[in-house]
């Protein structure tokens, strides 16, 4: 078979990349994900860092802050495609909506991701940007 260890959900996939340790993570790593009615493997590659404006609330308990400056990026690309056999038509994975392939930018430091770029059907290519993150109190 394709070796798929786990099989995850689209939605899984933000949590897996800040996981991702870039300086160990074999590249590129194969990621099995289930859409709608198919099963995708996905490409995953760590590209290098990229300087990115963000603005961003920050939620922590009571407190909140603008997060508002140019952070250090690192970029990850996925590449996902459709395992079913040639006589069924394949479906586009779909990932917050973006179709086809995507990337993934992660904040160095915090491991936030913060941008998500992709395409989109009807508009061609967009950018998908974090409007705020809840951090919860347990470092987590």
Same mark, same amino acid.
């Given at each position: 078979?394709?070796?798929?260890? =786990?099989?995850?959900?689209? %939605?899984?996939? !933000?949590?897996?990349?800040? %996981?991702?340790?870039?300086?160990? %993570? ?31 609330? +920050? ?6 802050? =603008? ?13 996902? =495609? ?6 069924? +038509?394949? +479906?586009?994975?779909?990932? !917050? ?13 915090? =491991? ?19 409007? +705020? ?8």
């Amino acid at each position: 078979g394709l070796g798929c260890p =786990r099989i995850l959900e689209p %939605a899984s996939l !933000l949590h897996i990349v800040s %996981a991702i340790n870039e300086t160990t %993570a074999q590249n590129p790593l194969d990621l099995c994900v289930f859409n709608k009615k198919q099963l995708h493997l996905i490409k995953v590659s760590v590209g290098g860092s990229q300087s990115l404006q963000v603005n961003y609330l +920050e939620k922590r308990g009571d407190s909140q802050i =603008r997060v508002d400056k140019k952070i250090d990026t690192i970029k990850i690309s996925f590449q996902p =495609r459709s395992l079913v056999p040639t006589d069924i +038509e394949p +479906e586009e994975l779909s990932f !917050l909506g973006l179709k086809g392939d995507f990337d993934i930018f992660i904040d160095k430091s915090s =491991r936030i991701p913060v941008q998500v770029s992709g395409k989109i059907a009807a508009f061609g290519k967009v950018d998908i940007f974090l409007q +705020e993150v809840t951090i919860s109190q347990n470092g987590r």
